[in-house]
Nanobody, 120 residues
Framework: QVQLVESGGGLAQPGGSLRLSCAAS????????MGWYRQAPGKQRELVAA???????NYADSVKGRFTISRDNAKNTVYLQMNSLKPEDTAVYYC??????????????WGQGTQVTVSS
C-alpha cells in the first residue's frame, strides 16, 4: 500500500556530498520506520540508516558521522544527507518503509533504487 520513489543519486567525488530523497505515497507515512539500504555488486543489501516514526535514528558504523537520515512527515519524504563520500559508498541505494502494527503483522515496502557513484 506504499509506493516509494528515490531521487538524488548520481556521481560525486571522494569527499563530496549528495542528498537522497524518498517520496512516499499510498498509506499513512508517519507510522512507518523509514530506512536507507544499499547494495554494491557482489554484496548483500545492507542497512545504511533508519529513522522511526518517533525520530529515533540508527546508522551503520561505516557511515556514522558522515550520513544523516531525516524525515518530513508533512511532505511524506525521507532524506539521506551523505557527506565526506568515499568510493566504498558506491552502490544502489534503496528506500524502505516498514511497519509492525501488531505482533504478527509486518509491512515492508521498497523503492526502485538510485545509483550513487563515488569516483575521482
Amino acid at each position: 500500500q506504499v509506493q516509494l520513489v528515490e531521487s538524488g543519486g548520481g556521481l560525486a567525488q571522494p569527499g563530496g556530498s549528495l542528498r537522497l530523497s524518498c517520496a512516499a505515497s499510498g498509506s499513512i507515512f508517519s507510522i512507518y520506520t523509514m530506512g536507507w539500504y544499499r547494495q554494491a555488486p557482489g554484496k548483500q543489501r545492507e542497512l545504511v540508516a533508519a529513522i522511526t516514526s518517533g525520530g529515533s535514528t540508527n546508522y551503520a558504523d561505516s557511515v556514522k558521522g558522515r550520513f544523516t537520515i531525516s524525515r518530513d512527515n508533512a511532505k511524506n519524504t525521507v532524506y539521506l544527507q551523505m557527506n565526506s563520500l568515499k568510493p566504498e559508498d558506491t552502490a544502489v541505494y534503496y528506500c524502505n518503509a516498514r511497519a509492525t502494527p501488531t505482533e504478527d503483522a509486518r509491512y515492508d515496502y521498497w523503492g526502485q533504487g538510485t545509483q550513487v557513484t563515488v569516483s575521482s
